[in-house]
């Protein structure tokens, strides 16, 4: 009996170690899991960078107006434009 007991033991282990379902596929599915948490971790710091400029464009006038300037060319009302072209050399 203990022999038949241990018998069916060493099978269900065995398949359990060896199978697609067993094992092996636990332990990719752990390291999937800690990607993907890893991944989780950067999104959410990404995403409380882009709240904290939000909430600065919304109540300061200073910071949308920074974005203006850099991202739209923004020139004041007392403030000269200056555009430096540079001379084309010729080759010759």
Do not use: C, H, W
């Not at 890893?38 to 959410?44: A, F, I, K, P």
Request: glycine letters at 6%; charged letters at 25%.
């Amino acid at each position: 009996m203990i022999v038949i007991l241990a018998s069916i033991a060493v099978f269900l282990l065995g398949g359990l170690m060896f199978s697609a379902d067993g094992y092996q596929k636990t332990v990719q599915l752990r390291e999937a899991v800690n990607e993907q948490q890893e991944m989780n971790e950067q999104l959410r710091a990404r995403n409380l960078a882009l709240d904290a400029e939000v909430m600065n464009l919304k109540q300061g006038r200073e910071a949308a107006e920074e974005r203006a300037r850099t991202d739209l060319g923004l020139i004041g009302e007392n403030e000269t434009f200056y555009q430096v072209v540079s001379v084309a050399r010729d080759p010759n």
